[in-house]
């Protein structure tokens, strides 16, 4: 390490493309699913189903992360889980990931480190491996993550199954991830709990195939806000859904939080996006698995209501508005 920062050696820079690929992935364990994991042309990774779940999504320093506000290991860790909660949307399980990732050439080689045990980290949560990807040189940091799943045998649960008289249920945190933006955008950096659903999202991976086995007939990933994402169920299952404020859970500690900044914690759970919890339209109550809770209801008619009334203001986050 130089006066003025790190070495050539010690960049991405000085080490190559070839050189960090080995970095981030020699010695790693991988799981069964992969049949052939990084350096050759491409991977190869079982779909005992014999069909394939695919979804990506692509974060870019200063619109997704900050790196004054994250580590990168904890943005290694969001990479990873914004994926796979759109495979366990679907009622599948996440079988492997390809990553790219680009970056200025000064990048200090301990960054990419971090970003790397962050995303191997959650990919074995997650029960997938990281199987191949490709790196190029950028003015930021951007991730690209591709997720692939597997159905296992089971129907994948989409936008627009939902029906009239089916319950809504959801499965994971509301409202964490928008307090913990609050609490870092006023220049604060606890309560840690809050912060921390901000930094690194916790979905229930889990949940979604459990979903699935239970019959759901409608499920989304809570991405940019629980009223918005359930927009597109209503729209893409030409109904209506209430959400009751009574049946939400509202954390004290959002409470707190709230409190201290001003705020609205209801407002948190209703709009606020990235804590990857999952929602979900059941046929009836009795079909509700035991870690989803229910917090509405489908009905003729369009759009989202929440306790019977249109809610005033944005619903939820939405790129380029």
Known sequence: MGADGPSSADTVAGMGEFGVIRRVTEGRVQPPSTLLGPGDDAAVVAAPDGRVVASTDVLVEGVHFRLDWSTPEQVGRKAVAVNVADVAAMGAVPTGLLVGLACPPDTPASVLDEVANGMWAEAARAGAGVVGGDMVTSDSLVISVTVLGDLEGRAPVTRSGARPGDVLAVAGRLGWAAAGLAVLGRGFRSPVAVVGAQRAPEPPYAAGPQAAAAGATSMIDVSDGLLADLGHVAEASGVGIDVRTELLEVHQRLVDVANALGADPLHWVLTGGEDHALAAT????????????????????????????????????????
């Not at 109550?285 to 005033?312: K, L």
């Open 282 to 321: 059941f046929p009836s109550v009795e079909s509700v698995p035991a870690d989803w809770r229910v917090i509405g209801s489908v009905r003729q008619g369009e759009g989202v209501t929440v306790d019977g009334r249109p809610y005033e203001g944005p619903q939820g986050w939405e790129h380029w508005r």
